[in-house]
Every structure is written in structure tokens, then in C-alpha cells.
């Protein structure tokens, strides 16, 4: 657990919590009924990165030596950093065969922008961790090159919405990511995203 900090748990925050809503419990039971036949796959979720692939990231970011050694033992997953149901509440599923993810995400009071709606920076988050898992999944160690986000409509604080994600192109090194955020009924479309990933190279030298 190389980039994790001794004191975060082994929780899994992708079950079901008691702050979870109605419709985030429903989504969860839909989405685990379509689990049953393994065409998709409900992700797990910590409070810290510990597959291998965390493992092996300093070798390959080549920035290793500007990681603050001692800072680094308080790491913990941007996401995973409010209490329970004050901040972000998700759960991601995976369809291989689709190359999409889709996330239930109830977002909590403290992500609050403009009064009663969220804040930018915590849809643009989601949006992040959402594409990015979609780019880890088939690219492995990837970083955010590009995420342009065209938020058409302000999402009421403390929302249930679902982020649609699908791998549109693999180039090289370079994974193509696009995704929308809808309401649950998916009537209303508040968001769309497209995204860049590129898979680090372990020869690489950053200049
Ligand atoms: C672990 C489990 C976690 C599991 C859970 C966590 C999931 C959350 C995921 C969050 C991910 C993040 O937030 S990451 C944090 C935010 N991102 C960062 O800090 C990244 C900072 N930038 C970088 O480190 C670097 O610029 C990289 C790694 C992105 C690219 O550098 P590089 O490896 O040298 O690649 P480079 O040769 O320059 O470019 C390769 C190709 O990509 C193209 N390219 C590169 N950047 C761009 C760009 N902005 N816009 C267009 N195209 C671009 C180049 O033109 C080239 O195309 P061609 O000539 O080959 O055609």
C-alpha cells in the first residue's frame, strides 16, 4: 500500500451505507441484479488505491522523486476525504463487452457551488474518476491529459444522477473517453464530457 496511508480503512464504499438514498439503493439493487449473468461488474471503491498498478505508478510517473515521502503516508482518495454522505457517494459498475461504466453518484451538502446546486469542481471530480476508471480499466497506469465538460444544467445539491461513460478510442497510448450526467429518470441531461487519457510510459523522462 505503497501510496496509501497506514490509517485509512478497508472499507468498501461501494455497499450500501445508511446516508444512501432511495434511488441510490435501487440503482444498486438494478445494477447488481444485471451483475448476475457477469455482464457487468460492480467495482469496488476505498479510501486508498491498492492494486498493484498504485504499486507500480512512481516507477512510472518519473516525478517519484517529488513525491513528499512523508506527506505521502496521509494519502487518501480525493473523493474519499468527507464523512459518509456529506461528499461522494458512488458506486461504479463496469460492462466489459461495452467498454462503459456507469456510476450512481449522490453527491452530499458539503459540495455545494452556487447556493443549493454543486459545485463545478465536484461534478468535474466525478466526471474524472468516472472516465479515469473507464481509461484504467483497459489502459492500466493512465493520467488525465484533457476533460472538457459542457455543464448545460446546474445539478440540485444533494442529487442522485447517473455519469454514462464509454471508451470511444484507443491510439497508441492515447485512451478517448466521453461520458454525460442525466437524473435518474434520465429526462434531464445536466452534463457532457469528452476526455483524453494517456498511458504513462515507464521510459518516458518528463523534460
Ligand atoms: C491506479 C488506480 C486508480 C483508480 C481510481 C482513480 C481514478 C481517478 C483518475 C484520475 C486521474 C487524474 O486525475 S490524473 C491527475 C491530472 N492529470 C495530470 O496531473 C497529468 C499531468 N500531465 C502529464 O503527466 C503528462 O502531460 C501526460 C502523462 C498526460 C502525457 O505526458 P507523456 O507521457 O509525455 O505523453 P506525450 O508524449 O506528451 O503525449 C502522448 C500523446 O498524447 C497527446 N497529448 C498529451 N497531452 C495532450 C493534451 N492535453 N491534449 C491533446 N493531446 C495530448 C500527445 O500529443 C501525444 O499524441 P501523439 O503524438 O502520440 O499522437
Redesign the pocket.
Known amino acids: 500500500r505503497l501510496l496509501s496511508s497506514e490509517k485509512v480503512s478497508d472499507k468498501n464504499h461501494s455497499l450500501p451505507k445508511p446516508c444512501w438514498g432511495k434511488d441510490m439503493r435501487l440503482l444498486f439493487d438494478q445494477f447488481m441484479k444485471k451483475c448476475e449473468d457477469g455482464s457487468w461488474i460492480h467495482l469496488p471503491s476505498y479510501e486508498y ?1 491498492a ?1 498493484q ?2 504499486q507500480d ?1 512512481p516507477t512510472f ?1 518519473h516525478a517519484s522523486e517529488l513525491i513528499n515521502k512523508e506527506k505521502l503516508s496521509q494519502g487518501r ?1 480525493f473523493t474519499k476525504s468527507f464523512e459518509d454522505g456529506l461528499g461522494f457517494e458512488y458506486v461504479m459498475f463496469y460492462n466489459d463487452a461495452e467498454k462503459r461504466i456507469v456510476c450512481v453518484f449522490q453527491g452530499g451538502p458539503h459540495l455545494q457551488g452556487m447556493p443549493g446546486f454543486f459545485h463545478g469542481g465536484a461534478i468535474a471530480t466525478m466526471i ?2 468516472t472516465v ?2 473507464n481509461a ?1 480499466v483497459s489502459g492500466g ?6 476533460l472538457n465538460i459542457n455543464f448545460k444544467r446546474p445539478i440540485p445539491l444533494c442529487s442522485i444522477v447517473l455519469i454514462n461513460s464509454q471508451l470511444d478510442k484507443i ?4 485512451l478517448l473517453v466521453s461520458c454525460n450526467v442525466q437524473s435518474v429518470d434520465e429526462k434531464i441531461l445536466y452534463t457532457e464530457a469528452t476526455s ?3 498511458k ?2 515507464p521510459e ?1 523522462e ?1 523534460d
Open positions: 488505491i492494486t498498478r498504485s505508478f510517473i482518495l474524472d474518476a479515469g476508471m484504467i497506469i493512465v493520467m488525465t491529459a484533457n491510439e497508441g497510448r492515447k483524453l487519457f494517456v504513462l510510459n518516458k518528463f
